[in-house]
């Protein structure tokens, strides 16, 4: 049960809104934006989710125990130039990233360029150390960048700007929810903070400390945008992969060399180190 009052006292949060079931978020906070709420932030959270939206055409699959949450913010709080509009995504994915890390400690916690939180298994191997004691060994964990297949997506986050310049921060995290409930096609993408810590977790615990996060990444992205930019740039589990990105009629191949200080992602194209400011990245090699 998500408990309303304490996000109202704890948070940065205004106004909020808690129901069993809506279609979209997302939709929900633009209504009320239509409406003309004067409160905010306005935190819209949902028990059940029945028209998810990610990116494009896709759908967000909300099950059982999943937070699926908005926020209408004001322009003045995502106040950052129009040429810098991807670090308003990275910003909410760096916040969750940061909330999810310490409930998966045998996992890494990372983004993969724009908007999605992933969790990759740190594998332990014992190897022998050269450098002591003849027959001694230590264990290394491998780079979490040799995991990439193993990759689990825990969170997408969906910004949409309305009219007036205000924004709606749409994040999906499955938390409590189980893959078992999951449609087919998810099963080998997905992952649910439950199923990979092997319990369930206090949904007002998270939700608090994940708003806390991203009252202070978006004060962050107000003051200095490259110190987002950059945190992003640590947490990027695609760099040293050749990545495919749609864009338009335009199918752009290179090898990942990051994320720059305004949020692009950088390609190691043919042509030279480009940076893009969207597409769709289809395919990792």
Same mark, same amino acid.
């Given at each position: ?76 709080? *995502?106040?950052?130039? &129009? ?6 995504? +990275?910003? !909410?994915?760096?916040?969750? =990233? %940061? #909330?999810? /890390? ?58 949409? *700007?309305?009219?007036? &310049? ?6 999906? +995290?499955? !938390?409590?929810?189980?893959? =078992? %409930? #999951?449609? /087919? ?101």
């Amino acid at each position: 049960m998500i408990d309303v009052v304490r996000i109202l006292r704890e948070t940065f949060v205004a106004r909020a809104e808690h129901h069993p079931t809506l279609g979209s978020t997302n939709d929900r906070a633009a209504q009320c934006a239509a409406q003309g709420v004067k409160e905010l932030p306005l935190l819209i959270v949902v028990d059940e989710q029945t028209a998810g939206r990610g990116r494009g055409a896709n759908r967000w699959w909300t099950g059982r125990g999943a937070l699926a949450m908005s926020l209408l913010l004001d322009a003045e709080t *995502v106040a950052i130039e &129009r040429n810098c509009s991807p670090l308003v995504a +990275l910003a !909410a994915a760096v916040a969750v =990233a %940061d #909330a999810v /890390a310490p409930l998966l400690p045998n996992h890494t916690v990372g983004l993969n360029w724009p908007n999605d939180v992933m969790a990759c298994e740190k594998k332990v191997t014992g190897t022998v150390c050269r450098n002591g004691p003849e027959g001694a060994s230590h264990k290394r964990c491998l780079s979490p960048f040799s995991r990439m297949a193993d990759s689990r997506k825990l969170a997408g986050i969906l910004i949409e *700007v309305l009219a007036d &310049r205000r924004h709606v921060i749409g994040i999906g +995290l499955n !938390a409590n929810n189980t893959l =078992a %409930d #999951a449609p /087919a096609e998810l099963q080998s993408t997905a992952g649910t903070i439950r199923d990979l810590s092997g319990k369930t977790h206090d949904q007002t615990d998270i939700l608090v400390d994940l708003l806390k996060r991203l009252e202070q990444a978006f004060s962050k992205l107000r003051q200095e945008p490259a110190n987002i930019a950059a945190r992003a740039d640590a947490l990027c589990l695609q760099r040293g992969r050749t990545l495919a990105l749609q864009l338009g009629d335009r199918r752009a191949t290179g090898r990942c060399r990051g994320i720059a200080p305004d949020g692009a992602l950088l390609l190691e194209t043919s042509v030279d180190v480009e940076a893009f400011y969207s597409g769709c990245v289809t395919d990792s090699i």
